[in-house]
């Protein structure tokens, strides 16, 4: 279970790398609100995981941790963004999907 986790954390470094090796010679960058909201969706995510229970819970993690990855990913990859809130947030994001996924194969299923 532990290797999921270092494996997610290991595959957002290298997509972070990534995207600031392709902007390297950029000008001008700045933060948008979506590299906030790149930071702030997980953050959110991890929040409500600890600290509520029920229907809500699943619902919104099930939902919210692909949406995150997803906006992390897009804010990675625009022009002339700052970078290091989108890395930081695809790394939460992709901790939030490994917990994700350990729920629905080892909690959930039915063995």
Same mark, same amino acid.
């Given at each position: *279970? =532990?290797?999921?986790? &270092?494996?997610? *954390?290991?595959?957002?470094?290298?997509?972070? &790398?990534?995207?600031? $090796?392709? =902007? @390297?010679?950029?000008?001008?960058? @700045?933060? +948008?609100?979506? !590299? $906030?909201? !790149?930071?702030?969706?997980?953050?959110?995510? /991890?929040?409500? *995981?600890?600290?509520? @229970?029920?229907?809500?819970? /699943? $619902? #919104?993690?099930? &939902?919210? !941790?692909?949406? !995150?990855?997803?906006?992390?990913? $897009? #804010?990675?990859?625009? @022009?002339?963004?700052?970078k /290091?809130?989108?890395? &930081?947030?695809?790394?939460? +994001?992709?901790? +939030?999907?490994?917990?994700?996924?350990i /729920?629905?194969?080892f909690?959930?299923?039915?063995?």
């Amino acid at each position: *279970m =532990d290797l999921i986790f &270092i494996l997610l *954390m290991l595959l957002g470094l290298l997509i972070g &790398i990534f995207a600031w $090796y392709r =902007d @390297r010679s950029e000008k001008n960058k @700045r933060f +948008s609100w979506l !590299s $906030y909201a !790149s930071l702030l969706v997980p953050l959110l995510l /991890i929040l409500t *995981m600890y600290s509520t @229970r029920g229907n809500f819970l /699943i $619902y #919104t993690v099930a &939902i919210g !941790s692909p949406l !995150s990855l997803m906006l992390c990913g $897009y #804010t990675l990859f625009k @022009r002339r963004e700052k970078k /290091i809130l989108a890395i &930081i947030g695809l790394i939460l +994001s992709l901790i +939030s999907n490994g917990i994700v996924f350990i /729920i629905g194969t080892f909690v959930i299923t039915n063995t």
